[in-house]
């Protein structure tokens, strides 16, 4: 089974610009979590998407969104860049919302705002 | 804001000695993960444990939980210069299907 695909690997762009970030769930996964991780930290809840719904949501504010399409993929949409939105961002997949069965992770986009 | 704490923030061993990495919480919890970071790239799921439950074993891991003093501890026997990485612990908020992760432990294990 494949795991989670995440597109681009890396990404610069100017503050101030939007930016769309791609997530390809694992094979039976229904369910994507998106987390943002700054340098030596934990990583942060933005968003869950379950059967193309949000389904809970970080504190981070409306300029982040995010879809999820038919086949469970998903995207996370950031407008305005600001310096501070510099960071990794991971997709996770799951069987289930609640995470029961473990999140299975991408290897994250790494976001630079210059 | 961070709810699970790590602790220590990071440890340094000689392969083939034991692990030990700490973890607490501050509000109640159904579930409790914990997963390993190689080199700031994706996260591996290592273990789940339940609030009722004590100890899990899965390997070389082994994870207690205490909820009476909100504390998990992540073991890892006989390491190897393989489990260098940063270990999180992942705590979820009842009711909700937000995980909250702490700062992590970076472990370092020395051939």
């Known amino acids: 089974e494949t795991g989670v695909t995440q597109s681009p690997t890396h990404l610069i762009k100017t503050r101030g610009q939007q930016v769309t970030l791609r997530c390809s769930s694992q094979?039976?996964?229904?369910?994507v979590s998106w987390y943002q991780q700054a340098l030596g930290q934990g990583p942060q809840f933005i968003f869950q998407y379950y059967r193309e719904e949000e389904n809970g949501r970080g504190n981070f504010p409306p300029r982040f969104s995010g879809l999820q399409f038919p086949n469970y993929s998903s995207e996370l949409n950031v407008n305005a860049l600001e310096l501070d939105d510099s960071a990794l961002y991971l997709c996770?997949?799951?069987?289930?919302?609640?995470?029961?069965?473990?999140?299975?992770f991408g290897s994250g986009t790494r976001l630079t705002v210059v | 804001s961070q709810q699970g704490e790590e602790d220590p923030q990071a440890l340094s061993i000689q392969e083939g000695e034991n692990a030990t990495m700490n973890c607490s919480y501050k509000?109640?919890?159904?579930?409790l993960q914990w997963y390993r970071q190689n080199s700031g790239r994706g996260l591996v799921h290592l273990i789940l444990?339940?609030?009722?439950?004590r100890e899990k074993h899965s390997g070389r891991l082994r994870v207690t939980l205490d909820t009476s003093k909100k504390s998990s501890s992540l073991l890892i026997t006989a390491s190897r210069a393989a489990d260098t990485a940063s270990y999180f612990c992942?705590?979820?908020?009842?009711?909700?299907?937000?995980?909250?992760f702490g700062t992590g432990t970076r472990l370092k294990v020395l051939a």
């Open positions: 992942a705590t979820d908020f009842p009711g909700t299907y937000k995980y909250i």
């Open positions: 094979s039976g996964h229904n369910t």
């Open positions: 996770a997949s799951s069987r289930t919302p609640d995470g029961y069965y473990g999140y299975t």
């Open positions: 509000t109640s919890i159904n579930n």
């Open positions: 444990i339940r609030s009722n439950e």
